[in-house]
């Protein structure tokens, strides 16, 4: 039995024959010699895993243009044999499996593979990946934010006069929590601003989590301030709470902050989870966009504080830090995207079925490799057509960039996913990004296993035809309930042929008796495994307990690169 991949405009159609039917698939012809990546690698981070280390030989030298493609010998490296190495076949089951298959990489269809550079199908000439954009890493911006917040707290400390007098110890307090807070709403918006750099090197998934845990943090400040603040007046003007509430309310500042408290307060409680999966994106989003407007309030109460109008000097920098922040949001939030829209004319030009239901849309436009989409990141789209326009939709990249060509592979979900399905050619389309850093920087091992469950294929389909390596490098495990939803399957076993790379289907229930992702049973389709380094993009849950197995199986959290993100409420 055989399944064709459906001719792709980028893409060469590929008959793969598959195990089963009753039927012995023809024996595979012997692999070419060993070819190089479809994409070589760039210079930068990127190639780090290929410098002489304990156990791990430098990359061979580059051969010259006369011989063998660049980058890798004619023949087989030294100690590997020159046929395909040993893999996991159709046949080959742990015996604890419970209906669950895998396969490794299908035989090679009769012939010379599509992309061997026969005279019908010359071999794509080789791109440079894009220059890597600047990158802050996790541990630097950590360190940033904790130190922003020492010098806040050093800016207290130096203005604080110890008292014994119990409204003194109040004001004192209210003063501290109320300059964290503050702080804190700033940091906030930065971490949502999508500045390239702090994108590309934290990843979107992890600042989406150090901003929820912040903005809880934010709240509990905001309101010990609050309590302190009035608890200070009520002793200073020897009434009680109810009354010193009435009277601070009669102040503008006091008014401002308790409205932006209000909003704060408003945004937090539509981000719990119980919340936000009962009202749509748009309601969300909306409410999200008043974040902007406490900000600004809760500034003009930090304005008329004695803390910050006690100084020229602190005056400056506390407006200038705001200012900052209030740039780059517009900058990148509003600018960028619709600068982008202008330049490159991105318009949809092709919306195809992959899988029941789950389709690929493509869009061109007009310079594409200027906006420097590097393998495994993502977009966050905007189709200006009806029910869409409204809602930017993370979506990563199925496919490298080519020929101005971006591509997309979209699981049919709910309204927005639908919609999605819908798109007519020619729709015009705004594109933010690119975001995430589930990229080849990452990396820092010869060896790579890449491990996807569902539709989180996406973006490690373009890291497993676009990481440097030879064969036997790549090992890329697919996890699915059947091959019904295997999506991009003749792609991906073409790419695994013409690499030699291993590539494992992990079929059955998910709540079967046997699981795949168990830490055994890793280790038996991956005997090295802890020497890897691992990619992982699936469903949140999945991801969790992937994560956990590779941990008990020997892999170290630093070598396990994972970035999963929800996509939008009812998507």
């Not at 705004?430 to 080849?440: H, I, K, V």
Request: charged share 20%; hydrophobic share 45%; glycine share 10%.
């Amino acid at each position: 039995m055989t399944t064709e991949a459906r001719p792709h405009p980028l893409y060469t159609p590929v008959a793969v024959p598959l195990a089963g039917g009753g039927r012995t698939p023809p024996p595979a012809p012997p692999f070419p010699p060993a070819a190089p990546p479809l994409v070589p690698p760039a210079p930068g981070p990127a190639d780090a895993w290929a410098a002489p280390s304990a156990g791990h030989p430098a990359a061979p030298p580059a051969a010259p243009s006369a011989g063998p493609r660049p980058g890798r010998e004619a023949g087989p490296r030294p100690g590997r044999e020159a046929g395909p190495r040993p893999r996991h076949d159709a046949g080959h089951r742990p015996r604890h499996d419970a209906g669950l298959r895998a396969t490794g990489p299908a035989p090679a269809p009769h012939g010379r593979p599509p992309h061997s550079g026969s005279p019908a199908h010359p071999v794509r000439p080789p791109h440079p990946l894009p220059q890597p954009a600047p990158r802050l890493a996790p541990e630097r911006l950590r360190a940033g934010i904790l130190g922003g917040a020492g010098a806040v707290a050093l800016l207290w400390g130096v203005q604080a006069r110890p008292s014994a007098r119990l409204g003194a110890f109040f004001a004192t307090g209210a003063h501290l929590t109320g300059l964290l807070a503050g702080y804190g709403v700033l940091v906030l918006l930065l971490l949502m601003a999508r500045v390239p750099a702090v994108e590309h090197g934290v990843g979107a998934d992890r600042l989406a989590r150090w901003h929820s845990l912040g903005g809880r943090y934010v709240l509990g400040l905001i309101a010990a301030h609050t309590v302190l603040a009035l608890c200070g007046y009520a002793v200073h003007a020897r009434t009680d709470l109810l009354t010193a509430t009435g009277e601070l309310l009669g102040y503008g500042a006091i008014a401002a902050a308790v409205a932006g408290t209000a909003l704060l307060t408003a945004v937090g409680v539509t981000s719990a989870r119980a919340v936000r999966s009962r009202i749509r994106h748009e309601t969300w989003h909306t409410v999200h966009l008043g974040a902007l407007l406490a900000a600004a309030l809760g500034f003009v109460h930090q304005l008329a504080g004695p803390d910050i109008a006690g100084g020229l000097l602190t005056r400056w920098l506390w407006s200038m830090a705001h200012a900052t922040v209030a740039v780059l949001l517009l900058w990148y939030r509003f600018a960028v995207p619709v600068r982008a829209a202008l330049r490159h004319d991105l318009r949809v030009a092709e919306v195809r079925d992959e899988a029941p239901g789950v389709v690929s849309v493509l869009v061109r436009g007009r310079g594409v490799a200027r906006l420097r989409a590097e393998p495994g990141q993502f977009f966050r789209w905007r189709f200006l057509s009806r029910g869409l326009w409204a809602t930017a939709l993370p979506f990563s990249l199925s496919a490298p960039v080519r020929d101005d060509t971006l591509r997309i592979t979209v699981k049919v979900r709910g309204d927005h996913t639908r919609r999605v399905r819908r798109l007519r050619p020619g729709t015009r389309v705004l594109a933010s990004g690119p975001f995430g850093a589930l990229t080849a920087h990452r990396r820092t091992r010869r060896k790579v296993l890449l491990l996807a469950g569902g539709v989180g294929i996406t973006p490690l389909r373009t890291l497993f035809e676009t990481l440097p390596g030879g064969p036997g490098d790549m090992t890329l495990l697919y996890r699915a309930s059947d091959e019904g939803g295997l999506v991009l399957r003749a792609e991906l076993e073409a790419i695994a042929h013409e690499r030699r790379a291993a590539l494992h289907y992990l079929l059955g229930p998910s709540d079967g008796s046997y699981d795949p992702l168990a830490a055994r049973a890793l280790r038996a389709l991956v005997p090295d495994l802890a020497a890897h380094d691992v990619y992982l993009c699936g469903p949140p849950a999945m991801a969790r307990a992937a994560t956990a197995s590779l941990r008990r199986a020997g892999v170290p959290a630093a070598r396990i690169h994972a970035e999963n993100f929800e996509e939008p409420t009812r998507a």
